[in-house]
């Protein structure tokens, strides 16, 4: 841009910066609220169906519920692991 520029657009609890003066000039930043359910769960309250469960210090689950079109509960599960 031939100008400097700086500005921030808010929606939901996503916030997208764009800023000619900064290294990267475009940064996408979302803010999320989170409830914390037990030692191992933390539920997103902006999403209900996501759960992040911590296993231990190097693995955490997260677990994505939703209802199909026959409107039976499914769920998906994503491991990761501290390499």
Do not use: G, H, W
């Not at 921030?8 to 940064?27: G, L, R």
């Not at 911590?54 to 599960?77: C, G, R």
Request: hydrophobic share 35%; charged share 20%; glycine share 0%.
């Amino acid at each position: 841009m031939p100008t400097q520029f700086s500005a921030s657009i808010t929606k939901s609890y996503n916030t997208v910066s764009f800023d000619t003066e900064a290294e990267c000039q475009f940064i996408k930043k979302s803010e999320l609220n989170y409830t914390v359910i037990n030692a191992q769960t933390i539920i997103i309250n902006e999403v209900s169906q996501l759960t992040i469960k911590m296993l231990n210090d190097n693995t955490l689950d997260l677990i994505y519920t939703y209802n199909d079109e026959d409107s039976n509960e499914q769920v998906i599960q994503f491991r990761f692991i501290k390499v």
